[in-house]
């Protein structure tokens, strides 16, 4: 809402409504064949978002005229809604504010005539819409993500206000020898701090690394990778998916009592070290009390992988999942599926990738992708992330998604440029909830 909503109403008053004028024409006036500029208009943005469980909304439009001499009234004609006059103010304009939420989805326009002409002087376009999800994630493949990546995060926080992140988060932060109690202190006072400052999440992310598994009481598997083809002793390229029910749902309570015993909370969202889950490892997920994961991969945006077991174990798990896969609750017996029996935790496909693995153009061809530029008829999202890690984290990696950022922010919802709302993946979750 602009800054001079609040005094919107009190600058205008019921005046011009009765005396000699008549009331608002029912029918709608000819829109013109170009506005007139004479008539000086303000307010009337052109988008407005649907509400849902996710996202609330501001649906009172303002729309203030200063015209030109000669004008006794205006009257508004908003969709379909019924035709509103504008009312005088003080300082010479003809205003009104008027409610928007009967407005069905789709695109509309608002004609305004000046005293009872039966052509418009002034064709506005109107955009009811769903909202367009933007998912910002980071992905903790290592215990130190350093500080190098964590001001870069802190530089799109400064640059892009409206942007809220979900950081999944490495357990193994805790269980690495080599990171240092002192070093453990900070990384967890940053991580407070993009929670409490920014509204940012705290998600889990696992790579099932040696230290933290056998910390968990499980035998750490070191045969399963997928990069090395004799295995992985370290157990970082270990395929999630080899741990099963049971044994992930010990690594996943392990995790739980790291984050809470450093004040992180107990996470509800998750994605696969590798996106290596099976429907075990989203089984153990729901088990555990979690809302979303995030694990299903457009798989053919990793073709730097190809002819690696990373990329033909993906193609085989996550077969249909593409450029403009949306969120489902998947199935007890295929995570691939959304078919009952559903299991109580929403499939967000990690649809954008990661930025290591696409350029900025591809990555904005991803954001049309998925929204052609007209109103939605319900949510959609576009997932997307990147690693955190010094020297991972590159300037040019940092500069895409400041780049991808901008192309977003140009469609923001809050500005009523178009449907674009930020937004962490435990919040989505109710958009999609029956």
């Known amino acids: 809402m602009r800054a001079w909503s609040v005094a919107f109403v009190s600058l205008f008053v019921l005046s011009g409504c009765g005396g ?38 501001d649906d009172l439009m303002q729309i203030a005229v200063a015209p030109p001499d000669g004008t006794d009234f205006i009257d508004a004609y908003v969709a379909d809604l019924p035709p509103v006059r504008l009312l005088h103010a003080t300082d010479g304009r003809l205003g009104i504010q008027l409610q928007v939420t009967d407005i069905p989805a789709g695109t509309h326009e608002i004609l305004l005539s000046a005293n009872g002409s039966t052509t418009a002087f002034a064709k506005l376009p109107l955009y009811r819409s769903a909202p367009y999800y933007v998912l910002v994630t980071t992905d903790w493949d290592f215990a130190d993500p350093g500080d190098t990546a964590n001001g870069y995060q802190d530089l799109l926080h ?16 805790f269980t690495d020898p080599t990171v240092t109690p002192a070093r453990q202190a900070v990384l967890v006072a940053w991580l407070k701090k993009q929670r409490d400052m920014f509204k940012d999440e705290i998600g889990l992310h696992i790579h099932p690394y040696c230290h933290f598994v056998t910390a968990a009481g499980v035998t750490c598997v070191t045969d399963q990778s997928t990069v090395y083809p004799g295995g992985d002793t370290s157990g970082y390229t270990i395929k999630l998916g080899a741990y099963g029910r049971t044994n992930m749902g010990k690594l996943l309570d392990h995790a739980a009592v790291l984050f809470e015993q450093n004040g992180l909370g107990r996470p509800k969202t998750f994605r696969a070290g590798g996106w290596t889950a099976t429907l075990e490892t989203v089984q153990a997920l729901a088990d555990k009390g979690f809302t979303a994961d995030t694990s299903a991969l457009n798989w053919k945006r990793i073709e730097e992988w190809v002819g690696k077991e990373l990329y033909t174990w993906n193609m085989q798990a996550w077969g249909p999942i593409d450029d403009t896969s949306q969120p489902y609750f998947p199935s007890q017996t295929n995570v691939l599926l959304s078919a009952d029996p559903k299991m109580p935790i929403l499939e967000v496909p990690d649809n954008g990738v990661m930025i290591d693995y696409v350029t900025l153009p591809e990555m904005n061809s991803l954001f049309d992708a998925n929204w052609n530029g007209q109103p939605l008829e319900s949510p959609r999202t ?9 020297p991972g984290f590159s300037e040019a990696e940092y500069l895409r998604v400041n780049g991808f950022l901008k192309y977003a922010d140009m469609k923001l919802a809050t500005k009523h440029l178009g449907p674009v709302v930020y937004i962490t993946l435990e919040d989505v979750v109710a958009a999609f909830t029956p």
């Open 20 to 57: 000699d004028h008549p009331p608002p024409r029912t029918e709608k006036p000819t829109a013109p064949a170009t506005n007139d500029p004479a008539y000086v208009i303000s307010g009337a943005e052109p988008w407005w978002i649907i509400g849902n469980k996710a996202t609330q909304t």
């Open 158 to 173: 400064r640059d892009h206000p409206e942007l809220v992140m979900t950081h999944f988060v490495g357990p193994y932060t």
């Open 382 to 390: 576009l997932m997307m992330g990147f690693h955190p890690a010094t």
